[in-house]
């Protein structure tokens, strides 16, 4: 109705500014203009019959001006005022709603107190109608949620089972990055993220375009030209990621010569005295904290480099707690989303593109070397691991410091 005032009374700057207003500040405005026409002796009638609203809101609008006393801090109106619930008038609705909905209730075996319902709003809205209600979309939800049903999605958030020492490992990553970032050490997280298929596949996401996207109908490998293997290392203190897309298989040889190049490239010049670099990394694949070929490829990589690696598994399980999975891969799943990935060079293009409000940068690598995933372990293995592997005291199986042989 307001937008229908003559231009005398409000003018289409006083309608712009208004639309900006919420209903409390909207009155108050309202109330001044009339103001200044009941000066110019037009009744408040008159003038709300021309403003298209009603009198008592401009007059308590003028109230609120005049003494000060609004709605309550925080508040657009007073406590009790606005328009009343239908549903207090009509308590047969929820009791239909409560006697259509208890034959489709499950529970869950985890929680006594969970409970949802195997039907949908609309299904809801056509049994009630077939027992004679005629009742909108937004009063069923409005029931729902007065029963405490709300769409909700499950979301990952209980480890599959119960791991000993789990938050003594957690105290003693904290204790180990604040001591490292006191005394300027590099830390890095480090992950395989999911393999992913080249070629003309649908992918999650959206993305603008001017046309329609269309992709084949089956993911199926054998139509692939290719797969990428997507290595993360993430330097924790500079929010820097450096992505490596390999061809080849998820090795820990492969996340040996990934570190080794990074170091080289990067983070050796923006960390020229440090001696030691700190890897957050999980306890399984090829950052497994059991496998023997794992420990063989760090002392080799400690050999090469001439610096000690000192490595902090996660507990199984906690992976989602690596820096690595919230600060760079979910940010190059974004980038990746919506359109296919047609070449490892589109899909390293892509990700070089990735960026935060926070300032994340990211370079990309293309690692185009084969990885043999049979290699044994050589004879001199336990010697070297004794001479150069010191483990913690407590918790050694996810805390060890790989020394240099020489």
């Known amino acids: ?40 002796g037009f009744s408040y009638r008159k003038v709300s019959k021309r403003m298209g609203t009603s009198t008592h809101t401009l007059q308590n609008g003028r109230k609120e001006l005049l003494t000060g006393d609004g709605p309550g801090e925080g508040r657009i109106r007073r406590a009790g005022a606005g328009r009343k619930s239908v549903l207090p008038q009509h308590p047969e609705w929820t009791q239909a709603v409560v006697q259509i909905i208890e034959p489709h209730t499950a529970g869950l075996p985890q929680d006594e107190n969970v409970v949802w319902i195997s039907l949908s709003v609309t299904q809801i809205m056509g049994e009630l109608f077939a027992m004679g209600y005629d009742i909108s979309r937004y009063f069923v939800r409005q029931i729902l949620d007065s029963l405490g049903l709300r769409e909700r999605s ?50 999650d996401g959206k993305a603008l375009c001017n046309g329609p996207l269309k992709s084949l109908d089956h993911d199926f490998s054998t139509f692939s030209d290719g797969q990428i293997v997507p290595h993360g290392i ?24 990934n570190i080794a190049r990074v170091w080289r490239e990067h983070l050796k010049e923006q960390y020229p005295n440090a001696r030691t670099l700190v890897i957050l990394c999980d306890g399984g694949g090829s950052n ?24 902090v598994h996660y507990p199984p399980y906690c992976s989602k ?31 070089a593109m990735t960026t935060t409000k926070n300032g994340l940068k ?45």
Not at 15 to 30: H, I, Q
Not at 377 to 398: D, M, N, T
């Open 321 to 351: 707690f690596n820096p690595i999975e919230h600060r760079l891969f979910s940010q190059i799943t974004r980038s990746w989303s919506g359109a296919p990935l047609m070449s490892l060079q589109n899909a390293a293009d892509r990700a």
């Open 288 to 311: 497994s904290s059991s496998h023997r070929i794992v420990k063989q490829d760090l002392m080799d990589l400690a050999n090469k480099l001439g610096i000690r690696l000192l490595m």
């Open 1 to 40: 109705m307001i937008t229908k005032a003559p231009p005398e009374i409000l003018s289409p700057e006083d309608l712009a500014y208004m639309s900006t207003l919420n209903e409390r500040d909207r009155r108050r405005f309202l109330a001044t203009k009339a103001a200044d026409f009941k000066a110019q």
């Open 362 to 406: 990211v370079h990309v690598h293309i690692n185009s070397k084969t990885y043999d995933i049979k290699r044994p372990i050589v004879e001199s293995y336990h010697k070297r691991l004794a001479r150069q592997v010191i483990f913690a005291p407590e918790l050694g199986q996810w805390n060890y410091l790989v020394k240099p042989a020489n």
């Open 154 to 203: 499950f979301y990952k958030d209980l480890p599959m089972k119960e791991v000993k020492n789990r938050d003594e490992q957690f105290q003693r990553i904290s204790s180990i990055r604040e001591e490292a970032e006191a005394i300027g050490l590099p830390i890095i997280s480090i992950d395989t993220k999911k393999k992913e298929m080249i070629g003309n596949f649908k992918r």
């Open 234 to 257: 993430y330097d924790v203190t500079r929010n820097e990621g450096y992505m490596t897309l390999g061809i080849s298989h998820d090795t820990s040889k492969f996340v040996c010569d």
